[in-house]
């Protein structure tokens, strides 16, 4: 990092920082952010704080958002990104939050070069160089874990990862020394799998949605990792250990100190 950078940098912290009672009131309400050691929580402070200066938040269809709203968004968008760094979600500014599920239209072309007029209820979406949407519904959802491992922040921030070199296809850019063959063969193997069982009407060991394409695997498992690492950890141990490289946390390691203090 730069001298005017760093510059930068440390005066957006100290004059812009987050209250510390507002963190405290936001940050104890996120059940997964227990056992990070304190070092790990001032970090993800940090880039909270620089998270919530860069972008621009926009409440939609008369949505009022708080305080309290854009920093329980930002503390869940840095959490991927903590091992990472704050630049990995560069390129991009606004959040637009819905009070719900929102709908939007699109035409898809299938294989015989037809064109579809398609209508969804989304509650989450993201492009590469576009605006992150949420709905604050299911981020409310989410915070107060009424479905395990379900966390649309997560999702959509691992789609913002994903695109980091090119569109999302599940391969995101590794770091040195990550073996390409060790991603493909753990993830695709996994992705498979799981595609046999919902082909099967078999139970699914995470959300269905994640056979949905390699892109929406990566962005459910990633949603596990953070949210609930035990059950990733126990049906794909390999994948668990790929995203632990990847994202250079270990939330399993979280929870097991948290049980033992």
Not at 49 to 73: P, R
Not at 80 to 106: D, H, K, N, Q
Not at 189 to 195: C, F, H, W
Request: hydrophobic content about 40%; glycine content about 6%.
């Amino acid at each position: 990092m730069s001298f005017f950078r760093r510059a930068r940098t440390l005066y957006i912290l100290h004059r812009h920082a987050i209250a510390h009672v507002l963190w405290v009131e936001v940050a104890e309400k996120l059940a997964f952010l227990q056992g990070m050691t304190a070092v790990e929580k001032a970090h993800l402070r940090e880039l909270s704080t620089l998270f919530l200066h860069e972008k621009k938040f926009f409440g939609a269809q008369e949505l009022q958002l708080t305080d309290a709203m854009c920093v329980t968004i930002a503390i869940q968008a840095c959490l991927p990104v903590l091992g990472l760094g704050i630049s990995c979600l560069s390129g991009w500014t606004e959040i637009i939050v819905y009070p719900g599920a929102f709908r939007i239209c699109r035409d898809d072309k299938d294989a015989a070069g037809v064109v579809h007029h398609q209508e969804q209820a989304l509650i989450g979406e993201s492009w590469s160089r576009g605006p992150l949407i949420l709905s604050w519904d299911d981020v409310e959802r989410d915070v107060q874990g009424k479905q395990s491992g379900r966390n649309v922040v997560i999702h959509e921030i691992a789609h913002k990862l994903d695109m980091l070199n090119g569109s999302a296809n599940g391969f995101p850019p590794l770091h040195y020394g990550m073996e390409i063959i060790h991603w493909t063969a753990s993830l695709s193997t996994a992705y498979q799998s799981l595609v046999r069982r919902v082909e099967h009407h078999h139970r699914a060991c995470i959300n269905p949605y994640a056979a949905t394409d390699p892109a929406e695997f990566f962005a459910v498992i990633s949603e596990y990792f953070f949210c609930s690492p035990e059950t990733l950890h126990t049906h794909f141990a390999d994948v668990y250990q790929q995203l632990q490289l990847y994202y250079r946390q270990d939330p399993l390691r979280r929870i097991h100190y948290e049980k033992t203090t």
